[in-house]
């Protein structure tokens, strides 16, 4: 097996025992890039002389007996975190050229932890869609079927792990943007507690969903990219100062006696049918386990998708504002004037999914609109938060399928955007309620396409997620498969 398909903790020990080294990895890592990048276009930009520099520069630390948890192992970035001296692209032209000055908090843990970074992952333009088709940068494909999407808005994140191109990422996730493509992609997926993981250099979507969160090859990873990135940050006012555990110590532990939470109103009518069976086989496994699966019920789902496009271009139409070509980005050439120069400047700028966003926002928080509208789905969204903490009255977690089809056609819903919204409609409520959630592999279907199964919990339960996550990984006995590409 080649080195860029193992684990990071099957890399660590080898790592630690000196049978391999992190430039062995490194190098694998962008032989592997050479061969499958054309194909599958996960990256927008490639860092391959500072990651050989500091794969060189953990290995010494290695023989030094220092070092990180990640300390040598190559991870990719989703490109809408800052990087100092990088550029930082969110997948827009009004971007491409923006180098920030700093690292956002998440990629200086990382650099603590020792990682090596690869590149900078493709992504829907502002982490804005469900199939990676709105870059600027051009298309990401499923490396399971390339004429496919990998899902969005982090699917160049997601693509990147499953077609071994990185050993983890990183990805964002405002609607379901890590947990979507993880199952699409056939990995691991978690979108942490809002609160839990500093956003501070995270380019803003919507600020009160946008929440950033790690794809791995496995569970066990999974927890251990979070004991890196989770924790308390003065420099995000919205990050929660609340003790991390060791979110290793829920591996390798039983979940008999729990409750699992199935909502009545996740299995339904248009769901795929083998979806539906995959996920169906899951709770059996879970059941197995011990665990016992109830009935419950989040009445208030109907409403989820409308809620969050109220409130998602809300946010975005006010984040969005900042890009006028004035201080940093691209600027619209041969203006007449100033008024001038903004409007084609954001009119070249950005897509065309952008500017829906952006103008379906600005309409919700237009004066005598705002009250009907914005202040509606506001309080929807706290009833959805209710409907959450009711459940967890009665149950420790609650399984779900996680994405309603297997990854569908490039082109195929991008002339429908209510049909692509809905892609989301198994992950919006997680975010607009804060709690955390994962997907993780739970079959294929017939033309072996990954199907993911999801797991939430309520807030600051990452280590239920992870304890519940691993024992299922561990006795669902999914094939291993790899994308043949």
């Given amino acids: ?93 009004i971007l491409q050229n923006f180098i920030p000055p700093y690292d956002a908090t998440v990629v200086e843990a990382l650099r603590r932890a020792g990682a090596v970074f690869v590149g900078k992952a493709n992504m829907d333009e502002f982490a804005m869609g469900s199939s ?11 490396p399971w079927a390339l004429d496919r999407i990998p899902g969005g808005s ?27 493509p993880a199952a699409l992609c056939g990995v691991v997926g978690m979108k942490p507690t809002y609160g839990r993981v500093s956003r501070f250099g995270l380019i803003a979507f919507a600020s009160s969903l946008d929440q950033i969160g790690p794809f791995t090859k496995d569970v066990e990873d999974c927890a251990i990219m979070m004991n890196v990135i989770a924790g308390y940050d003065p420099k995000d006012s919205t990050s929660v100062p609340q003790d991390v555990p060791d979110y290793r110590a829920f591996l ?32 059996a496994v879970v059941e197995d386990q011990g665990a016992r699966c109830i009935d419950i019920s989040l009445p208030h789902t109907d409403y989820c998708v409308a809620v969050y496009y109220i409130v998602a271009p809300a ?25 001038d120069m903004y409007k084609k400047t954001r009119s070249e700028g950005f897509g065309a999914e952008v500017k829906r966003r952006i103008m379906l926002g600005t309409y919700a928080l237009s004066s005598g609109y705002y009250d ?25 977690v609650i399984l779900t399928p996680t994405s309603p089809t297997p990854a ?19 992950t919006i409520s997680a975010n607009l309620a804060g709690i955390p959630g994962i997907s993780v ?45």
């Fill in 132 to 142: 990676t088709e709105t870059s600027y940068f051009g298309v990401t494909r499923n």
């Fill in 252 to 283: 390798n532990r039983d979940i008999a006696g729990w409750t699992v939470g199935i909502p009545r109103e996740y299995f339904r009518d248009g769901m795929d049918p083998e979806v539906s069976a995959a996920v169906k086989k899951a709770i």
């Fill in 315 to 339: 946010e975005a139409s006010s984040n969005l504002a900042r890009y006028d070509g004035v201080k940093y980005g691209y600027r619209a050439e041969n203006c007449r004037d100033l008024l």
């Fill in 154 to 180: 982090s699917g160049g994140s997601a693509a990147a792990v499953a077609a071994d191109e990185c050993i983890a990422s990183l990805g964002s996730d405002t609607g379901g943007s890590i947990r979507q």
């Fill in 441 to 485: 592999p739970c079959g294929y279907s017939g033309r072996g396409l990954p199907v993911g199964v999801q797991f939430l919990a309520g807030h600051f339960e990452e280590g239920k997620l992870l304890q519940i996550a691993h024992n299922y990984e561990r006795h669902a006995h999914i094939e291993r498969r790899r994308p043949e590409l």
């Fill in 1 to 93: 097996m080649e080195l860029n398909q193992l684990t990071i903790h099957e890399l660590k020990e080898k790592l630690l025992s000196r049978e391999i080294t992190s430039v062995d990895i490194v190098e694998s890592v962008f032989n592997r890039i050479d061969q499958v990048e054309g194909k599958v276009h996960a990256y927008i930009s490639l860092l391959r002389e500072d990651a050989l520099r500091g794969a060189a520069g953990a290995d010494q630390k290695i023989q030094e007996g220092a070092g990180g948890e990640l300390c040598g192992i190559p991870v990719a970035l989703k490109d809408i975190l800052c990087t100092k001296g990088v550029k930082t692209t969110c997948g827009s032209r």
């Fill in 372 to 396: 009907a509208y914005y202040k509606k789905a506001s309080q929807v969204r706290a009833r959805i938060k209710e409907d959450f903490a009711e459940a967890f009255k009665r149950c420790d």
């Fill in 408 to 426: 569908f056609k490039i082109g195929e819903k991008t002339e429908d955007p209510l049909q692509m919204y809905l892609s989301d409609i198994f």
